[in-house]
């Protein structure tokens, strides 16, 4: 199975910094690659798919980039409701699909 | 507007079988290439994709669980079941069903906490 892996697993920014979080799979996925973000009690929600198109209702201070093993993940300018963890998700091999360990985003 | 709901029991004891439903509106699963997941999440760690069931009812279940895991649906009712056999306080965790969009899940039940205990 592909294994995802997130760096780092936590974060502390200010309001107004750029955050950068990075996903690598244990093999080429091509852009296959999504990102959700979850906040405290709440299901996940999609942000970002196919590596880098921004979904429908998301802030455009939210971006993504990247292909084969390695991705990033951007926020421009960070935001106090932006507090929440990230999760990248490969589905390269379908129907199987697997996310990564998380990153968890808090202001300084 | 496609909504998800998860339904089931809080309380299972170890060695029980799971049964949790998804009811869901604002789409069909009869529709071409329409297909619902299940995925799960433990206390305070990462999410774990379970199983998926597509408009053709075909199946697919995580490598690590498929032994476990029956999905299954019923179009007219607009539900999707799923069933784990021999449950484990390892297996304490909130239960989400969403809706598959390409490689991604782009609708969310709210979930529902199974704790498993004696």
């Known amino acids: 199975d592909i294994q995802m892996t997130q760096s780092p697993s936590s974060l502390s920014a200010s309001v107004g910094d750029r955050v950068t979080i990075t996903c690598q799979a244990s093999?080429?996925?091509?852009?296959?690659l999504n990102w959700y973000q979850q906040k405290p009690g709440k299901a996940p929600k999609l942000l970002i798919y196919d590596a880098s198109n921004l979904e429908t209702g998301v802030p455009s201070r939210f971006s993504g980039s990247g292909s084969g093993t390695d991705f990033t993940f951007t926020i421009s300018s960070l935001q106090p409701e932006d507090i929440a963890t990230y999760y990248c998700?490969?589905?390269?091999?379908?129907?199987?699909?697997?996310f990564g360990p998380g990153t968890k985003v808090d202001i300084k | 507007q496609v909504t998800l709901r998860e339904s089931g029991p809080a309380l299972v004891k170890p060695t029980q079988t799971l049964t949790l439903t998804c009811t869901f509106s604002?789409?069909?699963?009869?529709?071409?290439?329409?297909?619902v997941s299940w995925i799960r999440q433990p206390p305070g760690k990462a999410l774990e994709w379970l199983a998926l069931i597509d408009w053709d009812d075909d199946k697919y279940y995580s490598t690590s669980l498929k032994t476990r895991l029956t999905i299954s649906k019923d179009t007219s009712k607009n539900q999707v079941v799923l069933t784990m056999t021999n449950m484990d306080p390892v297996d304490t965790a909130t239960y989400y069903c969403e809706r598959n969009k390409g490689g991604g899940f782009d609708y969310w039940g709210q979930g529902t906490l199974v704790t498993v205990s004696s």
């Open positions: 604002g789409f069909s699963l009869s529709t071409s290439g329409m297909c």
């Open positions: 998700q490969q589905y390269d091999n379908l129907p199987i699909f697997t």
């Open positions: 093999q080429d996925i091509s852009n296959y």
